[in-house]
């Protein structure tokens, strides 16, 4: 196939045991997907359909032990939110349950990174979350597991830390909308392909990063997610 100009390259993500990448479609994030973090945004909490909103395939940013993370700019309050991702190796439109769990080809730690200042202005004005959601690298992902490697991930620790310190810690089993809820939900909003990422909510305690902090998060079988914010 022939272009004017040069397409841009395929934004991707590292596979555990794996040389080949993990090719990224689209980037689906789950809102309020658990009680605690709910309140702590001043939201109740009740088990309404979920909402979702999306960031550019190329929001992605691999982590690392030496990897670093720049501040973005038009910001002074970035926060950390801290999720499970599902990475979808198989799509559709109008899922149930079963097909859903079949879509599921890996998980992965991520963060959904957020300009928490604009969204709030964003929020009063009554205007979409883009500016504070899909900024560039806004979505750092470590190594995808194959789900071939864990089997069916619903349950487990997620723990974030900054310098050392617990920031976020929760329970997977908690979230609201389990994940094949969250893929049915989803497929019958888009048609999904292989490739979609999904981030599935946040536990309590998120909050602001600062360049110089490093930031660990660790979710039960599966590779911790590294990175320094760089100023």
């Given at each position: 196939m022939a272009f004017v100009i040069n397409p841009p390259p395929q934004a991707a993500v590292p596979v555990v045991g794996e040389a080949g990448l993990f090719p990224v479609r689209r980037i689906f994030c789950v809102a309020r997907n658990y009680a605690a973090h709910a309140r702590e945004m001043g939201h109740d909490p009740q088990r309404e359909p979920p909402f979702f909103f999306t960031k550019p395939a190329d929001a992605v940013f691999a982590t690392g032990p030496d990897a670093t993370w720049p501040y973005?700019?038009?910001?002074?309050?970035?926060?950390?939110?801290?999720?499970?991702?599902?990475?979808?190796?198989?799509?559709?439109?109008?899922?149930?349950?079963?097909?859903?769990?079949?879509?599921?080809?890996?998980?992965?730690?991520?963060?959904?990174?957020?300009?928490?200042?604009?969204?709030?202005?964003?929020?009063?004005?009554?205007?979409?979350?883009?500016?504070?959601?899909?900024?560039?690298?806004?979505?750092?992902?470590?190594?995808?597991?194959?789900?071939?490697?864990?089997?069916?991930?619903?349950?487990?620790?997620?723990t974030l830390r900054i310098d050392g310190e617990v920031r976020q810690q929760g329970e997977l089993s908690d979230m609201?909308?389990?994940?094949?809820?969250?893929?049915?939900?989803?497929?019958?909003?888009?048609?999904?392909?292989?490739?979609?990422?999904?981030?599935?909510?946040?536990?309590?305690?998120?909050?602001?990063?600062?360049?110089?902090?490093?930031?660990?998060?660790?979710?039960?079988?599966?590779?911790?997610l590294r990175l320094e914010v760089a100023g």
């Open positions: 973005p700019c038009a910001s002074q309050d970035v926060h950390h939110e801290f999720e499970l991702v599902v990475a979808l190796g198989a799509g559709g439109r109008d899922l149930d349950t079963a097909r859903a769990r079949d879509c599921v080809w890996g998980y992965a730690a991520g963060l959904d990174m957020t300009r928490r200042d604009l969204q709030a202005e964003a929020k009063q004005k009554g205007r979409p979350w883009d500016v504070a959601k899909a900024f560039d690298r806004a979505a750092p992902i470590g190594p995808i597991t194959p789900k071939a490697k864990t089997g069916w991930l619903d349950s487990g620790s997620i609201i909308w389990s994940i094949p809820d969250i893929i049915v939900a989803l497929s019958g909003l888009f048609e999904l392909k292989p490739g979609d990422l999904i981030f599935t909510g946040t536990p309590e305690g998120v909050g602001p990063v600062r360049p110089g902090q490093r930031l660990e998060g660790v979710i039960d079988g599966l590779e911790p």
